[in-house]
């Protein structure tokens, strides 16, 4: 089955910087690729996807890489703030039974 | 909080006793979810039903129980098998052509 895993754990930066989180997954057969973004205590919400037939998507300061070859795919983030202190979580589906979440990254934006 | 909702939002549970976390949708959507979700941990797939009438076991379905009489609700329950229940779980339904939605989640904990 799919297996995806997501470095860095926790991510440290000062706002106004970039940050960066990269997952790989195993199953060449994945073509949806969702990142979630989870508060302390609330549910995850969906920030950005992408799917497999496109190689890199923008939502203002966020913006997803996809790398079909090399089975990776990253979220950027630019002009941090510390409101984007979060837990963000990476996915990977086949596209139509289910998807296999990363572990996490910690994000904190300091001031 | 339109959409999914879980209920009750908080739960306590003694020793030895079942529980059942409910999980309804308007969304229309065909399949729903169950994840656990403990501290500083990922989402972990409990059971997943594409379907009404039908679901299949997740990566951590020991302990756990499910029904998909209609569409809108997948009610999950803790059996007194499940040693470590004490969790964060979160109903998730999907239509395969858009996001996977999530419901603000239950906490439960064992006394």
């Known amino acids: 089955g799919e297996n995806v895993e997501q470095h860095p754990s926790t991510l440290s930066v000062q706002e106004g910087d970039s940050a960066v989180i990269k997952c790989t997954y195993s199953?060449?057969?994945?073509?949806?690729f969702p990142w979630y973004k989870q508060e302390l205590g609330k549910r995850p919400q969906l920030i950005i996807d992408?799917?497999?037939?496109?190689g890199e998507k923008k939502d203002q300061r966020i913006a997803v890489t996809l790398n079909k070859t090399a089975k990776h795919f990253s979220l950027h983030i630019t002009e941090t703030q510390p409101e984007d202190s979060a837990v963000y979580f990476c996915?990977?589906?086949?596209?139509?039974?289910?998807?296999?979440f990363g572990t996490g990254t910690r994000l904190l934006v300091s001031p | 909080d339109g959409g999914i909702t879980q209920s009750p939002k908080y739960l306590f549970r003694k020793e030895g006793q079942n529980v059942t976390l409910s999980c309804e949708q308007n969304?229309?959507?065909?399949?729903m979810y169950w994840y656990r979700q403990d501290p500083g941990q990922g989402l972990r797939l409990i059971y997943y039903?594409?379907?009404?009438?039908?679901?299949q076991k997740g990566d951590i379905a020991e302990g756990y129980s499910v029904s998909r009489e209609k569409k809108e609700s997948f009610p999950l329950t803790v059996t007194s098998a499940q040693k470590n229940p004490t969790a964060f779980y979160l109903c998730?339904?999907?239509?395969?052509?858009?996001?996977?939605?999530f419901g603000p989640g239950t906490r439960l904990t064992v006394l």
């Open positions: 996915a990977a589906s086949d596209g139509f039974q289910k998807l296999v």
């Open positions: 199953d060449s057969a994945s073509n949806y």
């Open positions: 992408i799917r497999s037939n496109v």
């Open positions: 969304l229309n959507h065909d399949a």
């Open positions: 039903s594409q379907i009404v009438n039908d679901f």
């Open positions: 998730a339904s999907w239509d395969r052509y858009n996001e996977q939605f």
